[in-house]
């Protein structure tokens, strides 16, 4: 079983900063792509910002020059800098990673969620 645990959660004011991290644990062979999202209540989860396994990035477009996402493959971590934060960042945050395993002989490639954790901007 491969689970994913973020932290960091938390308020903050706005135009403030906070890291978000994830960490997989678990049996897997590999982590490939690895990301954060984003969802409010009453709205669809976006797609906030993706790194691959080479650490090729790109984000949405409201986050773009405030958020850094970034890997650490040694401790299987992955991490969410945000800074300049708006009371429109304000949802649960989640990490998602795609991760390779052993199935009996084969490899299979699955999704993995963690379970969000609250951002909240507000003064």
């Known amino acids: 079983q491969v689970q994913l645990v973020e932290s960091g959660g938390g308020l903050v004011q706005p135009g403030g900063s906070l890291t978000l991290s994830c960490v997989a644990s678990?049996?897997?062979?590999?982590?490939?792509?690895m990301g954060w999202y984003r969802q409010d209540p009453g709205k669809e989860r976006e797609l906030v910002a993706h790194?691959?396994?080479?650490?090729?990035?790109n984000y949405v477009d409201s986050v773009k020059d405030r958020f850094t996402i970034s890997r650490d493959n040694a401790k299987n971590m992955v991490y969410l800098q945000m800074k300049s934060l708006k009371p429109e960042d304000t949802a649960v945050y989640y990490c998602e990673a795609v991760v390779a395993r052993m199935q009996g002989l084969t490899v299979s490639v699955l999704e993995v969620w963690g379970q969000g954790t609250l951002v909240t901007v507000s003064s």
């Open positions: 790194i691959s396994s080479g650490g090729s990035t």
């Open positions: 678990g049996s897997f062979l590999s982590i490939h792509a």
